[in-house]
């Protein structure tokens, strides 16, 4: 029997996020798998490299009951794999979740991944668990990686300086498989991407690929394979990331 890579720790949620923020810095390189708290989390094969890490002691207030849950500790990373010169990037992988059991009996609201998503920008959809709580869903989409949006998130700050501190240059889209999985207050998504420019055939007449050459509605045969490529690809770090963490 496979048992969950999530074990007890004699460790507060306050050191296990100094840890994390300790480990998991701007350069580090990994591989085989991801140490993440109290989980670990399985790696395609290669060595990637850490673009930004972040962690911090959470608590999850319950609309309506007024209830104040411990949900422990929050992280996100985000990590690439390049070429040896380290003037290109091929895929992107990005974790976000508890990097301590929750400790409440609540739930998470809806995903937004288990919602219907009828944008052009997004190719496939896959729901397997719906409800409020235990939440299993995928999509596979267009992402652009920008540095200079001024409603972004702290850690999208912190990741685009990641970038800037490795000597990569920023817009980069990316085709990714996103997966978002909770089971209660235990929650985890996985981004896995492809770089478009870097992994894919475009045409000779242009010099990068734009979000507005991936209508959902207009993929040529060459498209539609490479989103199916990252469709099987994110499906198998889903498939991973479940038995990881015990869903």
Not at 64 to 76: E, I, N, Q
Not at 200 to 207: M, R, T, V, Y
Not at 211 to 224: I, R
Request: aromatic share 10%; glycine share 8%; with cysteine.
């Amino acid at each position: 029997m496979t048992m969950p890579a999530f074990c007890g720790s004699f460790q507060t949620p306050k050191q296990l996020v100094d840890e994390f923020n300790q480990r998991l810095q701007t350069g580090v390189e990994v591989s085989d798998q991801l140490w993440f708290g109290e989980k670990t989390l399985p790696l395609p094969p290669g060595k990637w490299v850490v673009v930004a890490g972040d962690a911090e002691t959470t608590n999850t207030t319950i609309q309506g009951g007024g209830t104040l849950y411990d949900s422990g500790a929050y992280a996100s990373v985000s990590l690439i794999q390049w070429n040896p010169e380290h003037t290109t990037v091929s895929e992107r992988l990005s974790f976000a979740g508890q990097i301590t059991p929750a400790k409440g009996s609540g739930w998470y609201d809806k995903s937004a991944l288990c919602k219907p998503l009828k944008y052009s920008s997004v190719f496939k959809q896959d729901i397997r668990n719906n409800w409020e709580d235990k939440q299993d869903c995928s999509a596979t989409y267009i992402d652009t990686l920008r540095a200079d949006e001024a409603d972004a998130s702290r850690f999208a700050k912190k990741e685009a300086a990641g970038y800037q501190q490795l000597g990569v240059p920023l817009p980069l889209i990316f085709i990714v498989h996103g997966t978002f999985m909770s089971k209660y207050m235990n929650a985890m998504s996985i981004h896995y991407g492809l770089n478009m420019d870097a992994a894919s055939d475009k045409p000779k007449e242009l010099a990068y690929w734009s979000d507005m050459d991936w209508n959902n509605k207009s993929l040529d045969d060459g498209q539609q394979a490479f989103v199916g490529k990252v469709t099987s690809l994110g499906d198998v770090l889903r498939t991973q990331l479940k038995t990881a963490i015990g869903f």
